[in-house]
């Protein structure tokens, strides 16, 4: 294990992590295509990974599909695009 993938001393994995996960840290540290996942392969300028997704329209609190698509290199051409992953639960 490089030095840079230790967990702090003293720190308690188990607290976040849910009895039922398939992986512990130690198990993503020793995993190359997790640790892949840690850098990015793209450097300023270069053109991102293309993809597509529906668009929803939630604003009467149901979801309701619009028949639109977001397309990010089309959105892209367009105007700068921010994409923000992450879990709001």
């Known amino acids: 294990m490089r030095e840079q993938n230790?967990?702090?001393e003293g720190?308690?994995?188990k607290a976040f992590t849910p009895e039922d996960s398939p992986k512990t840290p130690m198990d993503l540290f020793a995993d190359?295509?997790?640790?892949?996942l840690s850098s990015?392969?793209?450097?300023?300028g270069d053109t991102a990974f293309?993809?597509?997704?529906?668009?929803?329209d939630?604003?009467?609190g149901q979801k309701i599909e619009t028949?639109?698509?977001?397309e990010l290199l089309l959105r892209a051409k367009e105007k700068p695009v921010a994409l923000i992953f992450g879990s709001y639960t």
């Open 6 to 8: 230790k967990l702090p």
């Open 11 to 13: 720190f308690d994995w």
């Open 32 to 36: 190359p295509k997790a640790q892949a």
């Open 40 to 44: 990015a392969d793209l450097a300023h």
């Open 50 to 56: 293309d993809f597509s997704r529906p668009i929803y």
């Open 58 to 60: 939630f604003s009467s």
């Open 67 to 70: 028949g639109q698509t977001f």
